[in-house]
């Protein structure tokens, strides 16, 4: 069964450090999305791709978050520099192309711990 | 807009016990209606969705959930619970042909032996 992968698992930074975190969806799926999940929260979407190109990307902090899809296929969520409040889990999701009512199908998530 | 509200954030059932987890949403259109499970440290797992037809919509490991258009609900049920039930359920809405999906808060299910 095709699964969407994401590594790291797990990371721990200092504050001002950059973090790095890459996608891989289902192959196939030209729409791919970044979500944040705070510990005791539902997941709220960062930005949103259809297949090389931003959908929406209102609700992602660009003053120090940056995420890009060059080639319409994997994905790399960056935080440049990472500050105590960025700890949570980035979950990553994809789907069929774009229409209201697709499921998306979610990756096993990065745990970002910031120290 | 779009809003999700998970009534309980802690349900806590015996083995064998009917599971109901709460779900109010709103929402100016039609939406199109999810429930996800979510084990410690992974990711998301859809259960169900409802998006037209049927109002009552089954999922995987025996649970459904009925699309109540009056009460704007989507509650979530199982008639009998499971040790390995014991999980955190979202229940998401999307209405907008971008597919964005606002998530409730969550309810984390406990299931006693």
């Known amino acids: 069964e095709a699964e969407v992968a994401q590594s790291p698992r797990y990371k721990i930074t200092e504050k001002s450090q950059a973090v790095a975190f890459w996608c891989d969806p289902i192959s196939g799926h030209a729409t791919l999305y970044w979500y944040r999940q705070i510990l005791g929260q539902g997941p709220e979407l960062l930005v949103q791709f259809q297949d090389e190109s931003v959908v929406d990307d209102s609700q992602l902090p660009k003053d120090r978050f940056s995420a890009e899809r060059l080639k319409g296929v994997d994905s790399t969520l960056k935080i440049q520099p990472a500050e105590l409040g960025d700890s949570a889990m980035y979950l990553c999701?994809?789907?069929?192309?774009?229409?209201?009512?697709?499921?998306?199908?979610f990756g096993p998530g990065t745990r970002l711990l910031v120290l | 807009a779009q809003s999700v509200t998970q009534l309980g954030s802690h349900v806590s059932v015996s083995e064998g016990a009917l599971v109901l987890l709460r779900c109010n949403y709103s929402?100016?259109?039609?939406?199109?209606l999810f429930w996800y499970v979510q084990y410690p440290n992974q990711g998301l797992q859809l259960l169900l969705k409802y998006t037209t037809g049927a109002t009552l919509v089954k999922g995987i490991n025996g649970f459904e959930a009925e699309f109540k258009k009056s009460e704007t609900s989507f509650h979530l049920t199982k008639p009998s619970a499971h040790m390995s039930d014991a999980a955190e359920y979202f229940c998401?809405?999307?209405?907008?042909?971008?597919?964005?999906?606002?998530f409730g808060g969550g309810t984390r299910l406990m299931v006693k032996p």
């Open positions: 998401a809405v999307n209405n907008n042909a971008g597919n964005m999906l606002t």
């Open positions: 929402s100016s259109v039609p939406p199109y």
């Open positions: 999701a994809s789907s069929l192309p774009l229409a209201a009512g697709e499921t998306q199908y």
